[in-house]
């Protein structure tokens, strides 16, 4: 990694949130969610190395997060309904606020002067002046608030689990404008906007199919899909919840997890018609495409959940099955491709994989880690 301070000063920097030199540059660095301890790790991806343990950040249980543009803060979203600014360079939480009682992800404005959260207790969508986290709206809901993504023009889509309702807010002009896009389904459980944000996807878990709205219409409308799949068959018990952040988008396909069956299902984008569906090790959470590359990568639920399947885009066929550690939770792949991140939780270790040939070329130790975020999110729409 490229900075301006001089390997042995690195090699001897503390595990602390102590503020360092302002000089450190961003590109190569991501933070790691400890989930048991209420701390995120800050690490160097061209290092392989831990550099920093940042502390107080509250109930990391269920969290993600976001960053600014230029990289330096991240926007850490908690359990506990805390929204956390954490700077990369001062190495420390600079501000937070507990803005709800439950809160389950957020999003960041494309200018990023806006941070959204959207909330299980009490509902609805809160959104803070991403400098100084002060409240600059409350957009109520008719229950919990789920898949809340960015979209161009300092606006936000979501939807509501219990009215089974999508939402679209415009944060462009003194005062929000929120347009009810309509009934998208029974009890959608998470939504996922596209790599080319032209599309809308949401997942239903009181009915079968999946709800897509295509953003680049003038009146987007809720379009469902997948409607008869497994009507036949008998779901297994749902153990966790797939994760549509991680819903890949490769090869003209989305490639969607089958909720409560081990099977990926591949879908063409333009016509939303079932193209296949691939066997899997059991019943997907993430589902990650590798930059660069035909290749997907897939995690599972407990109990099964010490596995990660390599999937090729082209064939629907697994071409790897690798056995990386105890409690696989997530994974992220460096910005071009050449290497996977993996959090075992039950190891207290991040695994990083040569996606070439699938070595194992570092481990870094990190406690109950799960989300792992590099900061190259921060130039990618719907992260």
């Given at each position: ?68 543009p230029?990289?330096?803060f991240?926007y ?61 709206a ?30 679209l ?36 878990f ?17 379009r ?26 490769t090869?003209?396909?989305f ?48 109990p ?80």
């Amino acid at each position: 990694m490229k900075r301006l301070l001089a390997a042995t000063a690195l090699a001897l920097l503390p595990l602390t949130a102590q503020s360092q030199d302002a000089s450190y540059a961003t590109g190569d660095l991501g933070l790691v969610v400890e989930r048991a301890t209420g701390s995120v790790l800050l690490v160097d991806r061209s290092d392989h190395a831990a550099i920093a343990q940042i502390k107080g950040l509250g109930d990391l249980s269920h969290a993600s997060m976001t960053y600014s543009p230029d990289e330096r803060f991240a926007y850490v979203f908690g359990r506990d309904g805390g929204l956390t600014k954490v700077d990369l360079l001062k190495r420390e939480v600079v501000a937070r606020t507990i803005q709800a009682g439950n809160s389950i992800g957020g999003a960041i404005s494309d200018d990023g002067t806006l941070v959204a959260v959207s909330n299980y207790t009490p509902g609805g969508v809160k959104v803070f002046d991403a400098d100084t986290l002060a409240l600059v709206a409350d957009i109520p809901a008719e229950g919990k608030t789920i898949g809340l993504a960015d979209l161009p023009g300092r606006r936000f889509i979501w939807t509501v689990w219990d009215s089974g309702k999508a939402f679209l807010g415009d944060f462009s002009g003194a005062a929000p404008i929120v347009t009810n896009l309509g009934e998208v389904g029974k009890n959608p459980f998470d939504a996922v906007v596209t790599d080319d944000g032209h599309t809308y996807l949401i997942g239903l878990f009181g009915e079968k199919g999946v709800t897509a709205i295509d953003l680049w219409d003038e009146l987007p409308t809720p379009r469902k899909f997948l409607e008869d799949y497994g009507k036949i068959e008998d779901d297994m018990p749902v153990y966790k919840m797939p994760h549509l952040q991680g819903w890949a988008f490769t090869e003209g396909q989305f490639v969607l997890p089958a909720v409560g069956r081990h099977e990926l299902l591949w879908v063409d984008r333009d016509t939303l018609k079932e193209t296949a569906r691939t066997k899997v090790h059991g019943q997907p959470v993430f589902i990650i495409a590798q930059p660069a590359s035909p290749y997907v990568w897939v995690n599972f639920a407990t109990p099964r959940n010490g596995v990660v399947q390599v999937i090729d885009s082209r064939t629907h066929s697994v071409v790897k099955t690798l056995e990386p550690g105890k409690a696989i939770l997530h994974m992220e792949f460096a910005p071009r491709g050449a290497e996977a991140w993996v959090s075992s939780r039950d190891d207290d270790k991040i695994i990083v994989y040569d996606t070439h040939s699938f070595e194992v070329k570092a481990e870094i130790d990190a406690q109950s880690p799960s989300g792992i975020f590099f900061t190259a999110r921060a130039h990618q729409p719907g992260l």
